[in-house]
């Protein structure tokens, strides 16, 4: 999860690319509720879209929440 300073909308990030020019996340809206039937209409409504990273502010701060797993939890 990420949510930052000016920019105030919450985020899920679920993956990374790199292409030649530019830096992208791939980011999911966790406030989307319903049945997911096509990739397509989550992409038209801004529900997942890859955003640059570019479009971050880079004067504002961003929190990130990032989950760790103990080995004990991963041995289970």
Avoid at 9 to 26: A, D, E, P
Avoid at 33 to 62: C, H, I, M, R
């Amino acid at each position: 999860m990420m949510g930052g300073d000016t920019d105030v909308s919450s985020k899920g990030i679920m993956g990374v690319c790199r292409s030649s020019t530019q830096n992208y996340l791939l980011v999911v809206d966790p406030h989307f509720w319903g049945e997911a039937t096509e990739a397509a209409a989550l992409q038209a409504s801004d529900w997942v879209k890859w955003q640059p990273l570019s479009d971050f502010n880079e004067s504002s701060f961003y929190n990130m929440c990032l989950p760790q797993f103990t080995s004990r939890e991963l041995n289970k």
